[in-house]
């Protein structure tokens, strides 16, 4: 239930809910083998304890000591595992000594932070159960020793911040990651591009979403993908109006937006989502409030922008949107924050899904270790689907493809060996999971 803090006033704009990227952020800004670890903490209850590393270490080298009879076996074993990053591919709850307190860590646990919010209540009841050998067994078992663990959110780790902003979203993300966590050396190989897929999906949507907070409860929209092996056409209506472009035109209000949404709540509270204000009472007091706050912020930022007393809650916020979003006009000193922002969003968030290309401009872009991944989680549990049902579940989860890449789509399949045709016109395709 949203609800209004006891006094509205003007102050600096802060966005620390619902979105990980602030205003100082720049290019290069997350480091995924970080938010990794904050999220194996979150996913799995487990946590260790600060500056454990070292001591790690150092009751492996006792432990392998006391096991083998030559002493210096462990400069091979340190060399092996703990020279490069081999120690973390044995088990991903290793990842949670990279989630330690480093410097520019806040940009990594914000990131991680988003996935918290995801998950809520959700953990990984089990760890993925690996074939190791002697030694890796031996490092997994120390490692134990050194982690705490809890069963619910908020005992080893904080409890989430937010209400989801995107319910739909979460429950994909929920079905998505149960699957990969069940197939524990595909989880191990491709946990890192799932979460870059889910950050990009998330931020996405919420992007396209924000506008349509009247309407309540978010639905998936439409974004339209090309594979990479293609060519792209300016001819292409759908790919180019509803993918990169309808983004690109949409980033500039995130801030905004999302920092009126937390200028209305206590810092203390579970934020709640935008569209969730639809259920604030109707009262004359809360009306009041918004649109003396709306009067007060327009004054204090020295606006320009014509608005009227509003006399629904509903208008008042709009009003208020209107502010937020007037603050960072081309004319006003606050510009460059936000064109920075939005930069950070694209370059930090989506990176890995656009592409320049030539006269079509920019377009969102699957490689084809995205479209496996992606193919897989989806598929999921069963064993196959029919074509159709698996594009239906791409559009559940905001992402589209015109028939032009449909086509580039099965002969991708086909390639990989992965399409049956159960019937000779070909009609019935059904595409298998290659996990």
Request: charged fraction near 25%.
């Amino acid at each position: 239930m949203f609800k209004l803090k006891a006094e509205l006033k003007p102050q600096n704009n802060k966005l620390t809910s619902f979105f990980p990227i602030n205003t100082k952020d720049r290019k290069g800004i997350f480091d995924w083998d970080i938010v990794l670890g904050h999220f194996v903490k979150y996913a799995y209850r487990k946590s260790v304890a600060s500056n454990q590393f070292e001591q790690f270490k150092l009751k492996c080298k006792e432990n392998f000591e006391s096991k083998l009879d030559e002493a210096q076996f462990w400069q091979h074993l340190e060399s092996m595992y703990f020279t490069g990053d081999e120690l973390y591919k044995i088990s991903p709850e290793l990842l949670l000594f990279k989630a330690q307190d480093v410097k520019g860590g806040s940009a990594n646990k914000r990131l991680g932070d988003l996935f918290l919010n995801l998950l809520q209540d959700h953990h990984l009841q089990k760890s993925p159960s690996l074939s190791l050998n002697f030694l890796e067994k031996e490092l997994v078992d120390t490692f134990n020793s050194f982690t705490v663990s809890g069963s619910r959110a908020g005992t080893v780790s904080k409890a989430p911040t937010e209400a989801p902003y995107l319910p739909f979203l979460r429950e994909l993300f929920i079905e998505d990651l149960d699957f990969i966590a069940s197939k524990p050396k595909y989880f191990i190989e491709n946990i890192t591009d799932f979460l870059k897929l889910y950050a990009f999906l998330y931020t996405a949507q919420i992007t396209l979403n924000l506008s349509e907070w009247r309407a309540g409860v978010p639905t998936a929209k439409p974004c339209y993908f090309i594979l990479d092996t293609e060519k792209a056409s300016d001819e292409r209506s759908y790919v180019k109006s509803y993918g990169y472009r309808q983004l690109a035109k949409n980033f500039d209000k995130v801030f905004p937006y999302l920092a009126m949404n937390e200028s209305l709540q206590d810092s203390a509270a579970v934020k709640q989502p935008l569209w969730s204000i639809t259920s604030l009472e109707d009262t004359q007091g809360a009306l009041d409030a918004l649109n003396a706050y709306a009067v007060d912020f327009k004054e204090e930022r020295q606006l320009g922008t014509d608005i009227k007393e509003a006399s629904s809650v509903a208008g008042a916020v709009d009003n208020l949107l209107t502010l937020f979003y007037a603050q960072f006009g081309r004319s006003e000193t606050r510009h460059e924050v936000n064109v920075h922002f939005c930069k950070a969003i694209e370059s930090e968030l989506c990176g890995h899904f656009v592409q320049s290309r030539g006269r079509a401009g920019r377009v969102l872009v699957f490689n084809q270790d995205y479209i496996l991944l992606l193919t897989n989680i989806v598929i999921g549990k069963r064993e196959r689907l029919r074509l159709h049902e698996l594009l239906m579940e791409f559009q559940a989860r905001g992402i589209s493809f015109d028939k032009q890449t449909q086509k580039v789509l099965v002969e991708f399949y086909e390639r990989i060996g992965n399409v049956e045709r159960m019937s000779d016109s070909g009609d019935a395709v059904y595409v298998r999971k290659t996990v």
